[in-house]
Structures are given as C-alpha cells and as structure tokens.
C-alpha cells in the first residue's frame, strides 16, 4: 500500500508512457517535494504540468483542464494534490467538452462512456481517499455536484508519506478529521456491508490515536498512519457512501469558505447523536444498535454522550473551531441556501430518516449552545 518515491520514478519511467499530464496543486507540488521528484523525469519524458487555481473544484477551471489534456494528447495524467485535485482528473478523464454539460452534471445524468487515458493518482493530503473511490465532485454557480462511476476510479496509486508532512496543519486537521469522518458514516450507512465495515474498523483503529500525533508530530511513522487510515476509509465509503454530515458539509463550503473536512465537522456529533437516538426509527437491513456499540468500543466509551465528548475533544485539540458565532455564520439568515446546497444522495444515505426541519433544528440548536 505504501510506496516511494523511487516506485513513482520507476512507473513513469515506463517506455509506454511518452506524454504525461501532471495535474497539481499551485503551493503543494513544490512544498511536498513533489516538483523535486518529477525533476528527475522533465527532460526524459513530454511532460505538462497544469497547476489548479482554484481552491474548490470548479466548473470553469475544469474546463480548462479538458482543453489542455485534449491539446496535449497524454498517454498518462497524473494527478499530484489533494482531494481537488484528484477531483478534477478523475472528472476530466471521463467527460467530454459540451455545450450541456453543465446541465448534465446539475442533473446528475452524464452519460460516461470510457476513459480518455490512464490516470495515477498520487495523493499530499490524508482524508478524502479519492485515490479509491468511484465518486468525485465539481461546483456549479457555487453549489457542489457529486459524480459516482466506476470509471472515476484511478487505474493506480501511490501512497507517499513524505509528501504530507509539509502541509499546513489546518490542511491536516481537516482532512484527518475527514478520513475520521468517513469511515464512521461508513459504519452506520444504508449501504454499509461486511466488507465496509471491515474497512471502517481498520481505518479507526489507526485514525483514532494517530490523528492529533500526526498534528503534533507530522513524522514519516504518523504520516505513514493517517495514510493507511485515509486510504482503508476511503475504500470503505466507496461501498457504503457518506451519511447525513457529509450531505450538510457542501453549503458550509461553498456560502463559507470552510474547508470540506472541517465544514464535516461542524455538527458531526449533534447528528450522530440524532440517530442513535432515533435507533427506532432506523431504515438500515442491519442492527444500528450494534454498529453503535462497535464505534462506541473504537472510541473507549459506553454511551453515546461520552462518544460526543470525545468528538468534541478531537475537534479542540485538532483547532476545528465550531463556534458558529466566531465563524460568522448565522444559519436563521442563511439557512434557505444552506437548505438548498445539501446533497440529496448523501442523505438518503443516513441510517435514519432525516429531513430539512431536523436539520435545521440541529443547527440552531448548536448555535444556540455556542
């Protein structure tokens, strides 16, 4: 699961590979030490380099991306960067230029057909585990779209440790929380099997006591961790899908301009909360109260308020603010639009039914504690 720099050189050494498309993050190419890694490859290999500018992936920049990958032919792209990144070439790899695409992708109704070339993913964040899964998002007019294909999923990946140390530790913090995230929604997912499940479990015992070491010690030993973690819950969501936190993240995101994993966090444990005290009303073909009591164990707890507790405590400690007030965000104002930016899909995923009027409850709720 883990590689080296050396196994990066190695494969796109491959004689098969002539032109290579190196889609990347302005900043985090170079302070990973991704640039110095490919500069042993510049003058080997017909290399473009394309560097997002956009922090969110967008419609427009994608865009761009396409029309640079159709002009320049590739034989491989590989995408070097975090979950936008990885986002933007999973789609770009999949999509043809058109004059209704926008439409298509608002409709959820692209008709994806093969991929233009072979796609590598290489990833400098741990939390999305996008190099694993069959979906990826794109923003349309601010309001985030999700494509699911098993063509969107890479044809390879390469897990480099070294590579995540140099992130920003607010970078870190919310995409530990995310890969956290993810394989918890993946445990009590409609969707959720044995073998997500399996997933789930091994993410979080590596993710639970390794998130905030990775933060205060961003070393090889806990970058190594929190990328095993990332992966294994990435793998696990490909089954199962997100549930209610991850559907309410996308308007945080984009009204707000809070980071995806964070915008997760803001209410993960209210809605948590909310199910397991809905357990009656649960819509899953399993038993919710034991997935409960399997997270519960993962977490050294015995019931669900020492479970949020602990939650609440990895926010603190990981500097996820999520005191409403201090963000500037007042949801009786906003919440039409906040309303109107979840993601249906992610919902119907949640073990309990959960409509508008709950959420919205929970939020101000929230609000009204802070």
Do not use: W
Not at 210 to 226: D, G, V, W
Not at 228 to 256: D, E, M, R, W
Request: glycine residues 4%; positive net charge; aromatic residues 10%.
């Amino acid at each position: 699961m883990i590689s080296s720099t050396e196994d990066i050189l190695k494969f796109v050494n491959d004689k098969s590979f002539k032109k290579i498309f190196v889609l990347c993050g302005k900043k985090s190419f170079v302070t990973s030490g991704a640039e110095n890694c490919f500069k042993k490859i510049i003058n080997k290999k017909k290399i473009r380099i394309f560097s997002k500018s956009s922090e969110l992936p967008i419609l427009e920049e994608l865009i761009e991306i396409i029309k640079d990958i159709k002009n320049f032919k590739p034989d491989l792209i590989l995408a070097v960067g975090g979950g936008a990144v990885i986002d933007y070439a999973k789609i770009a790899n999949v999509v043809d230029l058109r004059s209704d695409l926008a439409d298509l992708i608002v409709s959820y109704s692209y008709p994806f057909k093969e991929k233009y070339t072979k796609l590598v993913v290489i990833p400098t964040t741990a939390g999305s585990g996008a190099e694993v899964t069959s979906n990826a998002v794109i923003y349309v007019d601010g309001i985030k779209h999700s494509f699911e294909s098993e063509l969107l999923i890479p044809d390879n990946y390469f897990l480099i440790p070294e590579f995540l140390i140099s992130a920003p530790n607010n970078i870190k913090a919310s995409a530990g929380f995310d890969a956290i995230a993810q394989a918890l929604e993946s445990l009590v997912s409609k969707k959720s099997n044995q073998e997500s499940v399996a997933f789930a479990e091994k993410s979080l015992r590596v993710s639970i006591p390794s998130f905030i070491s990775f933060l205060n010690n961003p070393n090889l030993k806990n970058a190594t961790k929190m990328s095993v973690a990332s992966n294994l819950a990435g793998k696990a969501i490909s089954i199962s899908k997100t549930t209610v936190p991850h559907a309410t993240s996308y308007p945080f995101t984009s009204l707000f301009n809070i980071s995806h994993g964070h915008a997760v966090s803001l209410f993960f444990e209210k809605f948590f909360k909310f199910n397991y005290e809905n357990l009656n009303k649960s819509a899953t073909s399993f038993d919710l109260n034991k997935r409960f009591d399997l997270i519960f164990n993962l977490f050294d707890v015995s019931n669900i308020n020492e479970f949020s507790s602990k939650i609440s405590l990895l926010k603190k400690q990981a500097n996820l603010e999520d005191d409403l007030l201090k963000l500037n965000i007042d949801i009786r104002k906003s919440s039409d639009n906040i309303i109107k930016g979840i993601n249906l899909l992610r919902l119907g995923n949640n073990p309990v039914n959960i409509d508008s009027k709950d959420i919205y409850k929970i939020m101000i709720e929230t609000k009204l504690r802070n």
